[in-house]
Each structure stands twice: as C-alpha cells, then as structure tokens.
Nanobody, 126 residues
C-alpha cells in the first residue's frame, strides 16, 4: 500500500468549480491506474472517475459525465479531478485511490483499488 494525499476540497456554491489534486509517493506512480471516489453521509463509497496509467483511457460515472474531468501528470506523481457545474448532490468526501495492479478495467470498481488517501471534503451550497 501507498499513502496518497488529496487536497483542493472546500465549500463552493452550486454551479461553481473546484479542482482536486492527489499526490502519490514513489517511483511506480506511472504504472498504475488512478481513480477518484466519493462518499456522502449515509451512502456507500462510489467511483467518480478513473484514468489509466498513461491517461489514454478514462472512465466517468454517469452522474458526472460532461461536468468532471480526470487527468494526471506522471512527472509530478499527481492525479487531478476538475469539477465544474457542481450540484448539491456532489457534496461528499472525495478520495483518491490507486489500482491494485497495472491492469485497466473498462468498468472499474472499488474492488480494483487498494491504496487510498484520507479524503477531502467537498461541500456544495445553494
């Protein structure tokens, strides 16, 4: 396991934007797919977006398609989540995660990821 560090959360009005960052230590960052998950109070953790090791493949949950963009900079060991047109229902703790192995899954799920950050709170207000 590796310890990931998220940042960039905060309070934003509906319709606004935020950009989350996640830094992963070590030399193997570029070998693994990365993902963002979120967990709202009383709900299960759900995948938001995922990106393959080289950024060539991406996955988005239907609820965020067209509004969120995942990207990565392997030179900086960093993955990003740009969130636009935020809605009240986007309020959650957002977690960064690293895949368990070097494979890419077209339909990634929580079981495919084994290293997690501590999470960053995103609160969307009306």
């Amino acid at each position: 396991q590796v310890h990931l560090g998220e940042s960039g959360g905060g309070l934003v009005q509906a319709g606004g934007s935020l950009k989350l960052s996640c830094v992963a230590p070590g030399r193997t960052f570029s070998s693994y797919a990365m993902a963002w998950f979120r967990q709202a109070p009383g709900k299960q953790r759900e995948i938001v977006a995922a990106i393959s090791w080289n950024g060539g493949s991406k996955y988005y949950a239907d609820s965020v398609k067209g509004r969120f963009t995942i990207s990565r900079d392997n030179a900086k060991n960093t993955v990003y989540l740009e969130m636009n047109s935020l809605k009240l229902e986007d309020t959650a703790v957002y977690y960064c995660a690293r895949a368990r192995d070097s494979r890419w899954y077209n339909q990634p799920s929580i079981a495919d990821f084994g290293s997690w950050g501590q999470g960053t709170q995103v609160t969307v207000s009306s």
